[in-house]
């Protein structure tokens, strides 16, 4: 009877090893931080906060809890895995001045928070023109999506409450620049709320849209060539009146409830006024149609508003609500946009669904929880976050093609960030020679290089 010797091999475990990188993938980001000057930026902005004599930069300090962020760390403490790699990420504080900056940085309040905000404003740009037909205003456009986020929180924490869910936690806005169908999305707002913050409240929208359109290229920052999209939440006189007031004149696709009113409305449509739904190849949806709405509903709403309603057969096991009619899932959204087929105009908001998947790559990239305290220490967090999601937005952007551009956090640090190198020290330069085995080696050396062969931003 042969011996078996198992499914896989028995290995012996020790350490003291040496010359091993391992986050050897991350180099990509530093690279990015770099290439784009954030880097210099932050160091900048954060300058007024380095006291006398210090060793480390703040800059370099909130960049280095932003990588680890990015790389999966989810507290301040997780800033460790890059203290590990000083070849790759250079000196990196320790875990008491990491948590001492972060409390001057809260302690000092809106100042920090709109120093950072500004430097990531000004990188934005740059990345933007570095990316040419890449960029997300390749085409004149920008597409800005507004949408809350539930984080759970498990002890009383500063302005932690009960949620509409019946959860406790904090409920922030955040706002994505949309990246389309070949990329991701990036952040350009995050606002702080309580747990018991409502959905709809028109201050709040306000208060992320100008956020956000602080983050754009000045061009973009009014007019028509800006798009503001939310689900039902913005849907409000106030903020729609905000949108379109004179010397804005934004773009707008924001859902509506359906009132009585509009479910009267929608009853009174006749079969011929219904236009079949379409999908991005332009081909028809089945079971989807939408028609616009007009007459009294419309009273009281900006000048220019066009109310588009669509019906369409729900899925399997999806159960009907009041506001649904002649077994039809009903929904509903406003725009100003002018001169364009319904159908056209349907499209584009139903692919607002994509800000889910950039809010589930918020949770998986430091807003699964708020880890801090104080509401003021987790505003800074949010910054962190934000900034962790701007690298792994941009870096795909300069860096991938193909499918790889689309790839989430989780994938990303997967295949490319989680890879092990040696590292070479030959003619007075040192190298990171990843795992020839290793099956996106050949990814991670040729986005390496794209990023190298960007301008120096000195």
Request: proline residues 6%; aromatic residues 6%.
């Amino acid at each position: 009877m042969s011996k078996r010797i198992g499914y896989y091999p028995r290995l012996r475990v020790s350490g003291g090893g040496s010359g091993v990188v391992s986050q050897a993938g991350g180099v990509l980001l530093v690279e990015t931080a770099r290439r784009t000057g954030l880097a210099d930026a932050l160091s900048a902005a954060l300058a007024p906060w380095r006291k006398p004599r210090a060793v480390h930069d703040p800059g370099k300090i909130l960049l280095d809890v932003a990588l680890a962020v990015a790389l999966g760390g989810d507290c301040l403490a997780d800033v460790a895995m890059l203290r590990a790699e000083p070849a790759v990420f250079g000196p990196v504080a320790s875990d008491p001045t990491v948590s001492r900056l972060v409390d001057a940085l809260a302690t000092a309040g809106p100042r920090v928070l709109a120093a950072t905000r500004r430097a990531r404003a000004e990188v934005r740009e740059q990345v933007w023109r570095l990316a040419g037909n890449a960029a997300p205003d390749a085409d004149g456009e920008v597409i800005v999506d507004i949408d809350g986020v539930l984080v759970l929180a498990h002890s009383e924490k500063e302005h932690a409450a009960k949620t509409w869910k019946k959860t406790f936690g904090h409920h922030p806005l955040f706002a994505f620049v949309d990246h389309g169908r070949e990329g991701s999305g990036e952040p350009v707002a995050g606002l702080l709320r309580p747990g018991n913050a409502g959905s709809n409240t028109a201050a709040d929208h306000i208060e992320t849209a100008c956020l956000a359109l602080a983050q754009l290229p000045k061009k973009y920052r009014r007019g028509r060539r800006t798009l503001i999209r939310t689900d039902s939440g913005g849907g409000t006189h106030r903020f729609l009146n905000w949108l379109t007031a004179r010397g804005r004149w934004l773009s707008y696709s924001v859902g509506m409830t359906i009132t009585d009113a509009i479910h009267q409305a929608v009853l009174l449509i006749p079969a011929s006024a219904w236009t079949p739904a379409i999908e991005p190849g332009g081909e028809v949806r089945e079971g989807a149609w939408v028609a616009e709405l007009a007459g009294d509903v419309l009273t009281g709403w900006p000048k220019g508003m066009r109310l588009i309603v669509r019906k369409e057969r729900p899925h399997p096991g999806a159960q009907l609500r009041f506001t649904d009619a002649d077994g039809m899932r009903l929904t509903c959204f406003a725009t100003n946009t002018t001169h364009v087929p319904i159908a056209q105009l349907e499209l584009p908001h139903r692919q607002r669904a994509r800000a889910e998947d950039r809010i589930r790559a918020a949770r998986d990239t430091g807003l699964r929880n708020l880890p801090l305290h104080q509401a003021a220490q987790n505003r800074v967090w949010l910054e962190i976050v934000q900034l962790a999601l701007d690298l792994l937005a941009w870096m795909p952007m300069l860096a991938l093609t193909g499918p790889a551009r689309r790839w989430e956090p989780k994938r990303l640090r997967l295949r490319l960030f989680s890879a092990a190198a040696q590292l070479v020290t030959t003619g007075r330069r040192r190298y990171l020679r990843l795992a020839r085995h290793w099956p996106w080696t050949d990814l991670i050396t040729s986005a390496f290089e794209r990023i190298r062969a960007l301008p120096d931003p000195g």
